[in-house]
C-alpha cells in the first residue's frame, strides 16, 4: 500500500479509519497533498473529489445527515477552509457529526507574507465543539488531539476542526507506516431521567389538562411507535408535528400554520398551554414561536442530550436525554385526567382542513397549487429534501405520505447548500431522492451540479417564480425598483443551459397540465438526474397564499 511519507498525515489517516471515519471529502491543493494520496490509496476509505469547498462541505453534510456518522472534509490551507464555514454553521445547529481536516502551513511561515495563507487555528472557534491545533511532527500529544476530536463529533453529534501543519516536500510517498498510533475509547452519552425527576415532573404532569408538545426536526423513528399510541391516547395532551418532524399518528396536528393563523386572541387564551414539552431541531413555524412567547406556557421542558435552546423565554427544564428515552420512563406513570384540549383543537383543526380543502379545489395556479400538487404525486418510500425561505414553508401547509423521509437544513435556514446537500444525503441514505427548491437558492447552489456522484435517480423540482418570492408577503413588500432588486432579487434565469452542461434531463412546466405531465416523465425516467422547472406567476403568488390564510377564517 501507498503512504504519505509525512507520519504526521500517517497518524490522522490510521485515527480515522480506527474511529470508523470512512467517507472523505477531499477538495484539490498541493498543502493537503499528504492527506490526499494518504486517503485515495487505502481502500479502507470511500473518498469523493469536490472542487468548489462550500458545495463539499454541504455534500459531506448530506452523507452525515443520512448516515449519523462523521465525515471528513479535506483542503489546502489559505481562504479555501473558509469556504467550510457555511456548513460547519449548519452541523453545529443541527447537532451532525462533522470534520473539518484542513492543511495549513508550519507555524513560523504564518503572517510573514507566504503564499495561500491566512490564520487558520480556531477559525471555526464559535461554531465548533473541538478545535485540535496539531504540531508539525507525529507525536502521542498530537494522537490525543485526534482522538479527541473525532470523539467529540461521534459522542456529542457536531463539528470539529482539526488542523495540520505540513512542510514540503510534500508528495513524497513510503509503502511502510512510521507511526504507531494510539487510538482512545468512545465515551458514552447513554443518559437516563433521575428517579426524583420522574415523581416531581409526572406529578406536575397528572395534574395539568393542558400540554402541548410541540415536535420540531428529528430523524425518522426518533421517538418509538408504542409511546406515541400512548401519546395520542391522552385527551389532556396535544402533538404538533413539522414537515421535517417525520413523527407520524393520525391524532397529531401536522399542518400548524393551518391551523393557528386565523386565531383570534380568545382562541389564544382558551388554547394557550400550561405545559409545553418540546424536542427535535429548529422549528420553522414563525406563527406557533409568536403565539407561545406572547402566550406563555408556565412551564417549558426541552428534551435533548446536549442542548436546550429558550426559544420561548419561558425554559423551566432541560431533560439531558434521547426524546425516547423520556417517554420510555415517564409515561407508564402518566394518567388519563378528563381534559377536552385535544377535541377542542382536533375540531378547529377538522373544521380547518374543510376550508383548505375548498379553497385550493378552486385555486388559480401558483406557487401553492405547484406544492399541492407536487407533495400528492411523490413517490412513496422516497426520500424529500426541501431548500429553505418558501419552500419548506408551503411544505407545512399540506399533509406528506408518512413513508416519505423529509430533511431541510434548518439549523441556520439558509439557502445556501441546499443543493448540495441533497446529493450527499442521496448518495449517504441509497434511497430515491427529490429535491423541491426555489429558483434563488438553486441558482446560489449552482456548483452543487458539478459533482460526480449524483445519483441517476436524483430528481430536481425547481419552483421559478423569477426571485426571492418570500419577501412578497412580509412586511417590507412595496412593489418598487428597491424592493424588486435588493429583497425580490428579479431575474429572468433558467435552469435550462446548466441543465445541458451537467448532463441532467431537463423539462418544464407552467399550468396544471404540463405541472402533472412533467411528474409523470419525472418519475418515469431513471437514466439520468432530471430537473423540472416550474415557473410560477410572480405577481400572483403571494395573492394567492394571503387570500388562503383569509379563507381558513
Known sequence: MIYPKIPLAQSIIEICHAKGVHDIIISPGSRNAPLTIGFTNNPKFKCYSIADERCAAFFALGIAQQTQKPVAVVCTSGSALL???????????????????????PADKIDIGDGQTIRQENVFINHSLYNANLTEEASEE???????????????????HINVPFEEPLYETTNKLSVDINVTGLY???????????????TLWNYTAKILILVGECKPNTVEPEWLEKLASLPSVIVMTEATSNLHHPSFINNIDTLITPFTNADF??????????????????R????????????????????AYDTFGILTKHFQVT?????????????????????TFKKIHFERKTKHNHYLSSVLFSDLKAFEIILATLPKDCQLQISNSSAVRYA????IDESIEVFCNRGTSGIDGSTSTAIGAAVGSQKPTVLITGDVGFLYDSNALWNNYIPKNFKIILINNGGGGIFRILPGHKENETFNTYFETSHCLTAEHLAKMYLFDYAIASDFSSLKNGLIKLYQQNERPMILEVFTPTRENNKQLLNYFKALV
Open 83 to 105: 469556504n467550510y464555514y457555511p456548513a460547519l454553521a449548519e452541523a453545529f445547529y443541527s447537532q451532525i457529526p462533522f470534520i473539518v481536516i484542513s492543511a495549513d502551513r
Open 142 to 160: 498530537n494522537d490525543v488531539f485526534i482522538n479527541e476530536a473525532i470523539n467529540v463529533a461521534i459522542a456529542r453529534k457536531g463539528p470539529v
Open 188 to 202: 458514552s452519552s447513554q443518559r437516563l431521567v433521575n428517579a426524583d425527576d420522574i415523581i416531581a415532573f409526572t
Open 269 to 286: 387564551l382558551n388554547l394557550q398551554p400550561r405545559i409545553l414539552i418540546t424536542f427535535g431541531g429548529m422549528i420553522v413555524s414563525k
Open 288 to 307: 406557533v414561536k409568536a403565539f407561545l412567547r406572547k402566550y406563555k406556557p408556565r412551564h417549558h421542558w426541552h428534551i435533548d442530550n446536549w442542548r
Open 323 to 343: 426524546p425516547n428515552q423520556f417517554f420510555k420512563q415517564f409515561l407508564p406513570f402518566v394518567k388519563n385526567i378528563d381534559s377536552d384540549y385535544k377535541m
Open 396 to 399: 407545512q401547509l399540506f399533509a
